[in-house]
């Protein structure tokens, strides 16, 4: 199986502000990698797919970047909203694999 | 719109079997796949496996090939996850997922509890 290394693993910080969350691939995985949002009790919303496609409905302040084994997902100006847990996710060959999550804080 | 729709909430004992569903509305059953994803109490995301409606192909992730069933009865577009045998392990919540390479549409979410 493929792992997908995320960092960091928690991140506290200010509305406005503009961060990025890493995600790693054990081997090349070209493009095939996507970004999930899940609220504390919600269930997860795609967000991110093939790398850097904005899924439907989904704010222009985020942003995928990345092909081979690194990839970033980057929020520009931070919301209150945006409080969540977020994990990327490969799809080069099955079964597929989440990463372990980033927990997003507010500070 | 596109909805997937779980079963509710389930409490079992350890041995016992159980089979929660997943109904699909607002688009074309059949041609796309439903995934299941576990997340275990206070954990992240795992995927568990993948069928496509239209012929019952299924993929399962091999720690869980053998533990669990995925099964579909496209007629009344829903998809199936069972257990035969429960185990305290087996307590998260369990959520369906629309598509094949990316999940563009979730369930709500099972919360499945095995307990003695």
């Known amino acids: 199986d493929i792992q997908m290394t995320q960092s960091p693993s928690s991140l506290s910080a200010s509305v406005g502000d503009r961060v990025t969350i890493a995600c790693q691939a054990s081997?090349?995985?070209?493009?095939?990698l996507n970004w999930y949002q899940q609220k504390p009790g919600k269930a997860p919303k795609l967000l991110i797919y093939?790398?850097?496609n904005l899924a439907t409905g989904v704010p222009s302040r985020f942003s995928g970047r990345g092909s081979g084994t690194d990839f970033t997902l980057t929020i520009y100006s931070l919301q209150p909203e945006d409080i969540a847990t977020y994990y990327c996710q490969e799809y080069d060959n099955l079964p597929y694999s989440f990463g372990r999550g980033t927990k997003l804080e507010i500070k | 719109e596109v909805q997937l729709v779980q079963s509710g909430a389930e409490v079992k004992k350890p041995g016992e079997s159980l089979k929660i569903s997943c109904k699909g509305s607002?688009?074309?059953?059949?041609?796309?796949?439903i995934g299941w994803v576990r997340q275990m109490p206070g954990r992240g995301l795992e995927w568990m496996g993948i069928?496509?409606?239209?012929?019952?192909?299924?993929r399962y992730r091999p720690s869980f090939q053998g533990h669990v069933t995925i099964s579909v009865d496209k007629s009344i577009s829903t998809a199936y996850l069972q257990w035969s045998s429960l185990t305290a392990s087996d307590t998260a919540m369990y959520y369906c997922?629309?598509?094949?390479?990316?999940?563009?549409?979730w369930g709500q979410g099972t919360l499945v509890t095995v307990s003695s």
């Open positions: 093939d790398a850097s």
């Open positions: 069928i496509d409606p239209g012929d019952s192909d299924t």
């Open positions: 081997q090349d995985i070209n493009n095939y």
């Open positions: 997922a629309r598509g094949s390479y990316y999940f563009d549409n």
């Open positions: 607002g688009y074309r059953f059949s041609t796309y796949w």
